[in-house]
């Protein structure tokens, strides 16, 4: 970093701090502040001896080693806000722990957003400045220059001014930023795009950037994912049935995943396209919702409380999407194998209303080998009182021996609970099929009687 550069913002603290140029200062708020929050985040990590100082200005005196470029940027910064009266948004500041954000690396887009709202809350007029400032900023310097100027940006198109921007300063420069190779670009523009739909005539335009939000469901990172899930949730009821569909199969597929919030919002989100399938698409979709009644049931059970209730909720949308009334016993919250006689009536309310039940127990057995143990536990109890309900004809023609070797190798689970209950559901399964042969051939036997003449 050039020492011109420390020298001007130390020499800035210094004006800020004089009482004779406040007029100016307010003037100039605008590009002062600007210029503060964008050497504030050039200076992270820095330290003096980064600094090119020339050679023989210091030659008596050391600087010392708790000083750095990044003090000299915080002090000039905090002063301006106070010069300018801006007394609220400094103690917001102080309040959120904003100054310690704008000092991180990875927060410092935190700190940034946090600034720009609180201008926008306490003084409208300097906000307005700042946005009409920032329009031909967003395209200077490099990165770190960008994500500052961009970061508050976004923040202000919340405001109604906004809307008088035209849409390639906002709009088209959201959807460059939301295939952006740096993920901070993304969760920028996802960020301006939420604060866009606060104005109903903007959805129209955000409504053709669903592909791109929608392929954004598969990044890596959290934050992106869940403002992406946050955004479809607003344009669900402006998307087609295609594309209702795919976004379903692909929220289908977060269910129990290891990030919980994802998980979590995953399912809302579900739930809520349910709601929006037209009457004439219903039957196409009807293979989807039944496919997500297992993972519900199950993860109804989950150790997250808040997973477990959404689960049952979405849950109750499928049962009203294929006009089905659940037994009570879906929505109690003790653990299931407390009450199995409650686990058995909802065995037999699935087993009468599902047909193809061997694919239910499939389905089942895969979440034997779930990472969570509540999830293990109340899969085997379910595939071991769900077997009696099962076609007796397709089970026996298929077997059983793909059931019990999963069943088997839980007996020697480190978890005694899992052992005894698997142990319980391996001899449910051997039962049913004992008991289907002698029943089948007490109604062959009858079929021939009643063939016979009296």
């Known amino acids: 970093m050039a020492y011109e550069t420390v020298a001007a913002t130390d020499a800035l603290y210094e004006v800020f701090v004089g009482n004779k140029l406040r007029a100016a200062t307010y003037r100039l708020f605008p590009q002062l502040l600007m210029t503060l929050l964008i050497q504030i985040h050039h200076s992270i990590g820095l330290t003096m001896s980064d600094v090119a100082i020339p050679h023989g200005l210091y030659t008596e005196q050391k600087v010392s080693s708790e000083v750095t470029p990044l003090c000299f940027a915080i002090q000039a910064t905090k002063t ?14 102080e309040k959120n722990k904003g100054w310690t954000l704008l000092e991180e690396r990875d927060l410092h887009l935190q700190g940034v957003s946090l600034l720009a709202n609180a201008l926008l809350e306490r003084n409208h007029l300097l906000a307005h400045k700042i946005m009409y400032l920032l329009v031909p900023l967003l395209n200077r310097g490099n990165d770190r220059h960008k994500l500052t100027s961009a970061g508050f940006f976004v923040e202000l198109l919340q405001c109604p001014v906004a809307r008088r921007l035209p849409r390639i300063y ?5 959807k460059d930023w939301l295939h952006h190779g740096n993920n901070f670009f993304k969760i920028i523009a996802l960020k301006g795009l939420q604060n866009l739909l606060k104005h109903p005539e903007m959805k129209e335009d955000i409504k053709s950037l669903l592909p791109s939000i929608l392929d954004l469901l598969g990044e890596t990172d959290e934050k992106i994912v869940l403002m992406a ?8 009821g402006m998307m087609d049935f295609t594309t209702l569909a795919a976004m379903m199969r692909t929220l289908f597929s977060f269910f129990g995943d290891v990030r919980p919030d994802i998980h979590l919002f995953s399912m809302t989100l579900f739930g809520a396209s349910i709601k929006f399938v037209k009457y004439t698409d219903k039957k196409n979709v009807e293979n989807q919702v039944l496919d997500s009644l297992v993972p ?15 689960s049952r909720h979405v849950l109750t949308i499928c049962a009203q999407f294929l006009k089905w009334k659940l037994p009570q016993e879906v929505y109690c919250k003790d653990p299931w194998y407390i009450r199995p006689s409650g686990v ?19 389905q089942t ?22 077997s009696k309900y099962v076609d007796r004809t397709e089970l026996r023609m298929k077997g059983t021996d793909w059931i019990e070797n999963d069943l088997r190798d839980l007996l020697h689970d480190p978890e005694p609970s899992l052992r005894i209950i698997a142990s319980q559901a391996l001899y449910r399964v051997r039962t049913t099929v004992t008991e289907a042969e ?11 009687m009643n063939c016979l003449p009296i």
Do not use: H
């Not at 899930?229 to 669900?236: A, E, F, G, N, T």
């Not at 065995?347 to 061997?358: I, M, R, S, T």
């Not at 143990?373 to 009182?385: C, D, E, K, M, N």
């Open 80 to 93: 301006l806000l106070l010069r300018t009266w801006c007394w609220k948004e400094f103690s917001i500041m």
């Open 170 to 174: 906002s709009f088209a420069r959201l």
């Open 229 to 236: 899930i946050q955004i479809l949730l607003q344009l669900i």
């Open 296 to 310: 519900l049931l199950l993860y109804s059970q989950d150790e997250n409380n808040e997973i477990a209730e959404e």
């Open 344 to 362: 058995e009536k909802i065995c037999k309310f699935f087993g009468e209303k599902c047909k193809g039940n061997v694919s239910i127990l499939e």
């Open 365 to 386: 057995l895969t979440f034997t080998k779930d990472a969570k143990l509540p999830i293990r536990r109340t899969a085997v109890l379910f595939v071991g009182l769900f």
């Open 438 to 448: 002698p029943m089948q051939t007490v109604s062959g036997i009858r079929k021939l």
